[in-house]
């Protein structure tokens, strides 16, 4: 896995942003998949910057986001969709059938599960997942324990989970308990990944996640299994790291590799 350090949470999201660019312009159709959360907030933020300024273009870009709640609807202001129209999608100009999203409000999760595994083959596979990571090392909606070749389905929601996000919910109104979420098997089939973390919250998980055992009580960790993953850090967020020093001496020391 590639370490990238940043003294900031906006350069990091710069850092990451260019990345995202350069897997649009070297394949205008590219297939995205896409993450929701705070630290998200500024890569989507310098992706709009860069649309507007005509650096990217998105016309011909499909996108699967990771995860959503089950039981909201897209107009709820907790819902991934709705965060996603409100920070991406309504300031650029993916076409909207080209866009894709789990379904909270499904009528057959089972077969919703099935056919979204399928709409990732037939567009080709996914050339570039987004990422985020939780306090407890998960990626998506796969908790603490997840099968490391779990695919497309329905997950039980931890009650630390349900504590994380109480505050964001009306007072009296009903948590959702499940989430339907695409799977750790899922995840690793895209051709490049990118994790992005900062902040010094998410500090043991990402030690955890880069440099401890690989294991599905940690699973990001399975990210350590993948051909091409780049995590974006800030210092805060790497400052557990037991190779630090050396992320930084091979970051600025990469240029000058032969072949790079």
């Not at 998200?40 to 998105?58: A, C, N, P």
């Not at 997950?155 to 007072?171: G, P």
């Not at 055992?213 to 974006?232: E, Y």
Request: aromatic share 10%; hydrophobic share 40%.
């Amino acid at each position: 896995m590639e370490v990238v350090i940043k003294d900031t949470y906006e350069e990091m999201c710069r850092a990451a942003a260019e990345a995202v660019a350069s897997v649009l312009n070297a394949k205008p159709n590219a297939v995205l998949g896409l993450a929701v959360g705070n630290t998200h907030i500024g890569l989507y933020r310098e992706l709009v910057r860069m649309f507007k300024e005509g650096l990217l273009d998105f016309s011909q870009v499909t996108t699967f986001n990771l995860d959503e709640y089950v039981g909201l609807g897209k107009d709820h202001p907790q819902s991934q969709y709705y965060f996603m129209h409100e920070n991406f999608f309504k300031y650029v100009n993916l076409s909207p059938q080209n866009i894709y999203m789990p379904s909270g409000t499904a009528k057959n999760y089972r077969a919703f599960c099935a056919w979204y595994e399928q709409r990732i083959k037939e567009c080709g596979g996914i050339d570039l997942q987004i990422l985020g990571i939780g306090t407890d090392g998960h990626i998506a909606f796969n908790e603490p324990g997840s099968s490391l070749g779990s695919r497309t389905r329905i997950k039980t929601l931890s009650e630390r989970r349900l504590a994380e996000i109480k505050d964001l919910f009306d007072e009296g109104e009903e948590l959702p308990i499940y989430a339907i979420t695409m799977g750790v098997g899922t995840i690793l089939e895209a051709r490049r990944i990118i994790l992005l973390a900062h902040g010094a919250a998410k500090a043991d998980a990402v030690a955890a996640a880069i440099e401890g055992p690989v294991t599905s009580m940690v699973t990001a960790s399975a990210l350590q299994l993948h051909r091409d993953t780049i995590a974006f850090l800030d210092r805060e967020a790497a400052s557990k790291l037991k190779l630090f020093d050396y992320y930084l001496w091979v970051q600025k020391k990469r240029p000058g590799a032969p072949g790079y």
